[in-house]
């Protein structure tokens, strides 16, 4: 941390918070708030003369809140940079601070928030996580029985510079424990609140197992557990370590803990699963080995920086196994707990990779991007009228729309990802996308239902998902029906109802659109916004004449080639049930309805090269004949 301070390239903004992102790769605008500390930072010292002398103490939140701390103070002494800060919710404007600060004057009362605007060319996402609340588990009596403490409130107990400098002591009497219970998985691993496993709390409990046999030699210690989970390297030997060192592991999460009142002993009742049967056991501590969590301000970052988060609430990268560390926006990288929960040395080397993708970015003059860009109509976009609207920007997972009153919709094509949402969900039609325009698809369309379209399903696949689990039921050698036919396309969110409604209008026997499941989505939000479009569908078609049994959705990815090869089977067997002249019948009946419907769509500058070339292609017919 010292050394980062002096890098003569590197500035620290410490107490600051990030409120506003804007730009692209290579040129992002950061507007960073700089809390105020009521201490000028070019004038303190950090003497600590000024904390010595405040009569206010308030719980020191990197103690655990085990200790106090003075109503000025510094998070802890190696802090950086070491300068004071006044938490001015707990200060009784006494000046006591003010007097002993004497010459240096670095006490100031009148500060307000500053506003620093940075123009960078990359962003990296380092926000570490919180740790699980364990008073929500009633059964564990954390913050009812005094001498039940997190993992965390016993490190700094055990630690040398800790609030009882090394010394572990049971909060109730002050006294040394002799026997003490670690409970592993609190909180994760758990249905009611966190289902992932944290991945470093079986090593941390052994360490501090480890610690207190060699500081307690005669401490009785138990180690409770679902699983120990030891992937890393020497963790195996280490985990045998303890065992061999004495310390005690039973399998089994316990059922409760109730304390004696004269002595504040713990009984842990638990079911021994080597056993059996169930025990129970009297410490006199319990430690608590607490999930990791994402922190607070998480959802806020993400909505600021345009990232997706897992369904565990962390940051999901742009691909688990190839990008690991790029985030789905462009010139943004992940590193560290932000994206999952990591120990010391996958963070570091995670880090390190976040640091190099960066570097790409920094020391590149040009910056190329996908041409597969969305592009707006001005003419058509009623944001230019002065009508409000802003549809597109809202289907936008990247915040790559500015929607102004009087002006058309403006798409920063170097966030534009391509996913093709904002297109299929304008309801004026004023925008198309490059390489998936309105009029290749419908040309697609067209001539895959040339002939006997009442015999073929028609496919709409998501490119990075559904298209990959045909391509795996091809490589698989998984038999179905030949008589479908798809059509790629980079997003599920890009799947316009017109073009379904354009497949059934040309006779589509059935009609399937896929895409990724919510999880898996390459375009952050780019499935929900699909789902919520395909749910509306059914209700169209059946007021249009169309049995809306020849709709169908389905979430595939890429490795469930099988699945697309049943849902494929399982559509043409139902199509097989339909009478093939009642299906002509049907659509000769929609059909009018369905152009009424489309006219204008079909009328739009995007749809002109295809007409065009229908056009052209008729009066070949003709020639020919």
Known sequence: MVDAARHPNIEILAYSEVTKVDGYIGNFRVEVMKKPRYVIEDRCNGCGECARVCPIEVPNSFEMDIAPRKAIDVPHDQAVPLVYAIDIDHCIRCYKCVEACGKLDAIDFSQEPEFVELDVGSIIVATGFETFDPAVIPEYGYGVYPNVITAMELERLSNSSGPTVGRVVRPSDGKTPKSIAMIQCVGSRDS?????????????????????????????????????????????????????????????????????????????????????????????????????????????????????????????????????????????????????????????????????????????????????????WPELCISAQGKKCGICAQACPYNAIIVEPGQPAQIIQAKCHGCGGCAAECPHDAITQD??????????????????????????????????????????????????????????????????????????????????????????????????????VPRTLERLGINPERFRVEWISAAEGEKYARVITEMSEKLASFDKEELRAETERARPAIEKRLRRWMMTPHMAPFLKDEEEQEVEKEVMA
Not at 501 to 506: D, N, S, T, V
Not at 525 to 535: I, L, P
């Open 192 to 376: 009611r609140f966190m289902e992932y496993c944290s991945g470093f709390c079986c090593m941390y409990t052994i360490k501090n197992a480890l610690l207190l046999h060699q500081t307690y030699p005669d401490m009785d210690i138990t180690i409770l557990y679902m699983d120990i989970r030891t992937p890393g390297k020497g963790y195996e030997e280490f985990y045998n370590r303890a065992r061999a060192a004495g310390i005690r592991f039973i399998r089994g999460r316990p059922s409760q803990i109730t304390e004696d009142p004269e002595t504040h002993n713990l009984f842990v009742e638990v079911e021994d699963q080597e056993l059996g049967e169930v025990i129970e056991l009297e410490v006199e501590m319990v430690s608590l080995s607490t999930a990791a969590i994402p922190q607070a301000d998480t959802e806020r970052l993400s909505s600021v920086l345009a990232l997706s988060r897992s369904p565990s609430g962390f940051y999901m990268e742009y691909h688990p196994k190839l990008r690991p560390v790029d985030s789905p926006s462009d010139g943004v990288f992940l590193a560290g707990a932000a994206q999952g929960p990591k120990d010391i040395p996958a963070s570091v080397a995670q880090g390190s990779a976040a640091a190099s993708r960066a570097a790409r970015v920094l020391t590149s003059d040009t910056w190329e991007i996908e041409p597969i860009v969305a592009k707006v």
């Open 435 to 536: 390489h998936f325009t309105d009029a290749q698809i419908v040309a697609q369309i067209r001539e895959l239902l040339r002939e006997n379209p009442e015999e073929k399903i028609l496919v709409f696949m998501c490119h990075w998902c559904s298209y990959g689990g045909a391509d795996s039921a091809g490589t698989s050698h998984f038999e179905y029906p030949s008589n479908s036919r798809g059509i790629r396309v980079m997003c599920s969110a890009r799947m316009d109802q017109e073009f379904i409604l354009e497949a059934f209008r040309r006779g589509a026997g059935m009609v399937l659109v896929s895409g990724c499941h919510p999880q898996d989505c390459h375009y952050i939000t780019g499935q929900q916004v699909a789902a919520k479009r395909f749910s509306r």
